[in-house]
């Protein structure tokens, strides 16, 4: 089974008057970028070839992403409900790395923060970019966009499995905290583990 790290974008948000606050109904997805370590290969599925993308979906045991609790997951089941109904990302092992330290630290976080702080690399755009990005037709500058998420998180994931902890800036002070990530918590994923 597969391990995937996904990240989705959309063309519109809850801000814009057709949609309104968590309807997640009303969002729709522009692309949505994947990388599959079984096959050591990344992937950017438009909202037209989500039924390609829901294949490697229903082939994965284990899913990686930065908030898809929170955002990614609730958009998707909406597709996912009418491309291939048996499948619930839900019932997935999950590893929601601003989950596990929104919960260890109290403080929410930026994928481009994080990054820059355990990789030394920031995003390149802002997450309200991509909804300009598609609705100037720049969608391979978007997919770029969206497969760098991915493989800033997919850097990240493996980076805290090989060191088995990550850091932290501190929201107020700026501070750099060591964030310890168990052993059994790499292994069991999301299922009841917690951050230490």
């Known amino acids: 089974m597969d391990t995937l790290v996904f990240d989705i974008e959309t063309s519109n948000f809850f801000t814009d008057p057709e949609v309104g606050w968590n309807n997640f109904g009303a969002l729709k997805i522009s692309v949505i970028g994947m990388y599959s370590y079984l096959q050591d290969k990344y992937f950017c599925f438009e909202e037209s070839e989500l039924a390609e993308a829901a294949k490697l979906f229903e082939k994965a045991r284990e899913l990686v992403g930065f908030s898809m609790n929170h955002y990614d997951i609730p958009v998707l089941e909406n597709y ?94 700026g501070e750099l905290i060591k964030i310890d990530f168990g052993v059994e918590e790499l292994e069991t994923n999301a299922r009841t583990a917690t951050l230490f």
């Open 80 to 173: 996912l409900a009418r491309i291939s109904p048996g499948l619930d990302l839900w019932k997935k092992e999950r590893f929601d790395i601003a989950s596990k330290l929104t919960a260890a630290t109290g403080q929410r976080i930026s994928l481009s923060r994080l990054a820059e702080a355990n990789l030394g690399e920031k995003k390149d755009h802002h997450g309200s970019e991509a909804i300009a990005l598609f609705k100037n037709g720049k969608i391979e500058e978007l997919k770029r966009y969206c497969l760098k998420d991915v493989r800033l998180t997919k850097e990240l994931f493996d980076l805290m499995k090989r060191q088995n902890f990550l850091h932290f800036p501190d929201r107020e002070s």
